[in-house]
């Protein structure tokens, strides 16, 4: 078990008047996950996902996998 804290951070592209997630990348060699949650909702819920799919679903958007909004 870790005892590291996650380190959040935001796209540098997230310029949309708050419609971000956050990710903290720095759990990734300790604990296999990426740990994301709500900009606005700080201690609100946090989803973790294993590090192959959150690397699956970040190609998905680079690709355009997801559409346009």
Do not use: H
């Amino acid at each position: 078990m870790t005892t590291e804290s996650p380190r959040w951070f935001k796209s540098s592209f997230s310029e949309n008047g708050g419609q971000c997630i956050e990710v903290a990348g720095n759990l990734v060699g300790s604990l296999g996950m990426v740990p994301v949650r709500d900009s606005k909702n700080p201690s609100g819920p946090v989803l973790r996902a294993s590090a192959a799919s959150f690397a699956s679903f970040v190609a998905g958007v680079k690709s355009g996998g997801f559409g346009a909004y």
